[in-house]
C-alpha cells in the first residue's frame, strides 16, 4: 500500500502544487545557507529530536508531575501573562529561556502576516482544514502517530486543538501580550516531548514504525510544508492576490512558530523557494496511505458531516479531491459523487472570483459556500463553543488498546 510509483509520486506533487520530486531514497542535502541561521551543522534534522524540552518532559513524566502541571498550565494563556506559580522549578527555568520570540523575529512582519490571515481567512480555513487536515492523514509517520498518540482516541478535541492551534497564530495580536500563541507553541512543544516519550513504550506504534522516537525536528518540517508550504502554493495557483510583501509576511510567522516549537533556525527556510526545495526533499517524497490515516480520514470527514448545512458527504469528498488530487482521495477510499465533483469544480472558482472583486454577478452557490467554510471553521474551534483559547493538555499515557 505505502510503495508509490516514481510515476505517482511526481503526478502527486504536481497535483498538490508542490513542486517535482527527486528520487525519494535521499540523503539530507539542503543547504543550511538558505535557512534563517544562514549556517549549520549539516546534521540530518531526521536525527534532531528536542535537546532543550525532551528530558525535562521525561523526568516529569516519571516523577508524576504532569496532572499538576495540566492544572497550573490551564490558567497560562495570553503571552504577557507570567508563568504558573504552580510549575515545577525546572520547568519555570525552562520556560525563561524559551517562552519568547527569537531576536530575529520581525515585528512589523509580524503585524502584516496576522492582517493577511484576517483577509485570507475564507481560504485558510478550507485549505487548512479541509487541505492540510485531509493531507495530514497520508503522512504516514504523522498519522501513526497522532492515531496512536492520547489524543488520537478522540479526534474532534484533537481536530479541535490542531485547528485553533493555527487560529492562534492567524489572530492579528498573535505575538502580542494580549495574543496567545508564544504560549500555545511552548504547550505543544512540551506536548511533543510528551510524546515522543510515551509512543516508543506502545507497541502497536513500535510495530509500524521506522524510528525509533518520533516527531523530529524533520518531521515538524513536514507538518510545516503540509500547512503554509501548501497554503502558499494553493493561493497562488487559484490567483488570490497575493503582494509579496504578504507572502514574505505569511512565511516569517511560519518562521517564527517552528523556531518556538523547537525547530533549530539552522533548518528554518529563509524564502519560499529554499521553502520549496526542502518540501521537495522531504513531503511530496513520502505521502502514502496507512491503515492509520485511513481510519483518521475517515473520523475527521464524519465530523464535517455535522455541519453539512445540506451540503452532503458527496461534496466534501469531492472537495478533498478538488484540493488534494484523486490519487490521495483514491488512497483514502473517498466515494466519488460525480454531481457534486462538478459543483465543486465550478462553484469554488467562481466564489473566489466574486469575493476577490473579480466577477460583478454573485454566484448562486456563493451563500452555501460561504456558511460551510465558517460552520467548518466553529466546529473546530474548540468544538464550535469558543475560539477564545486552545485548551491544550500534555498526555500521560498513549491510545488507550484495551
Not at 284 to 291: E, G, K, N, Q
Request: aromatic share 10%; proline share 6%; no cysteine.
Amino acid at each position: 500500500m505505502e510503495n508509490l510509483s516514481r510515476r505517482g509520486v511526481l503526478s502527486l506533487g504536481v497535483a498538490l502544487g508542490l513542486v517535482s520530486v527527486a528520487d525519494s531514497a535521499k540523503a539530507w542535502a539542503w543547504p543550511a545557507a538558505d535557512s534563517v541561521a544562514g549556517t549549520g551543522t549539516g546534521a540530518d534534522p531526521e536525527y534532531v529530536w528536542d535537546s532543550a524540552t525532551d528530558p525535562l518532559m521525561a523526568a516529569l513524566l516519571k516523577n508524576g508531575q504532569v496532572p499538576s502541571v495540566n492544572s497550573a498550565m490551564a490558567g497560562w494563556v495570553n503571552n504577557g501573562d507570567p508563568l504558573p506559580s504552580g510549575f515545577p522549578a525546572e520547568l519555570t527555568a525552562h520556560l525563561r529561556q524559551v517562552n519568547r520570540l527569537p531576536s530575529w523575529a520581525d515585528r512589523a512582519k509580524l503585524t502584516r502576516a496576522a492582517d493577511f490571515n484576517r483577509r485570507r481567512d475564507t481560504y485558510l480555513f478550507m485549505l487548512y482544514g479541509l487541505g492540510s487536515g485531509i493531507m495530514s492523514t497520508v503522512i504516514p509517520r504523522e498519522a501513526r502517530s497522532v492515531y496512536w498518540s492520547a489524543g488520537g482516541a478522540d479526534m474532534q478535541d484533537r481536530a479541535a486543538k490542531t485547528f485553533t492551534f493555527g487560529y492562534d497564530l492567524s489572530e492579528l495580536r498573535a505575538f502580542e501580550p494580549t495574543g496567545q500563541f508564544i504560549v500555545t507553541a511552548n504547550k505543544t512543544r512540551l506536548v511533543h516531548a510528551a510524546v515522543r516519550h510515551l509512543l516508543p513504550q506502545l507497541q502497536q506504534w513500535k510495530s509500524g514504525a521506522d524510528q525509533d522516537i518520533p516527531i523530529s525536528a524533520a518531521d515538524i518540517l513536514v507538518t510545516f510544508h503540509s500547512l503554509g508550504t501548501y497554503v502558499h502554493s494553493k493561493l497562488i495557483e487559484w490567483k488570490i492576490p497575493f503582494p509579496a510583501e504578504d507572502q514574505e509576511a505569511f512565511l516569517h510567522s511560519w518562521q517564527v512558530a517552528l523556531h518556538l516549537l523547537g525547530v533549530p533556525d539552522e533548518y528554518i527556510p529563509k524564502t519560499w523557494a529554499a521553502a520549496q526545495a526542502q518540501s521537495k526533499q522531504v513531503l511530496t517524497p513520502i505521502l502514502a496511505p496507512t491503515t492509520e490515516g485511513i481510519k483518521l480520514a475517515e473520523e475527521l470527514l464524519s465530523l464535517t458531516a455535522q455541519v453539512d448545512l445540506g451540503v452532503t458527504r458527496g461534496f466534501q469528498n469531492e472537495f478533498v479531491r478538488y484540493v488534494l488530487s484523486d490519487e490521495v482521495g483514491d488512497w483514502l477510499g473517498l466515494r466519488r459523487d460525480y454531481v457534486a465533483a462538478a459543483l465543486v469544480r465550478t462553484a469554488w472558482p467562481t466564489y473566489i472570483k466574486f469575493r476577490e472583486g473579480l466577477s460583478p454577478i454573485m454566484p448562486g452557490t456563493f451563500y452555501m459556500m460561504d456558511q460551510f467554510v465558517r460552520a467548518l471553521a466553529m466546529l473546530f474551534l474548540n468544538k464550535g463553543s469558543s475560539g477564545t483559547t486552545t485548551p491544550i493538555t500534555i498526555p500521560t499515557g498513549n491510545r488507550p488498546t484495551g
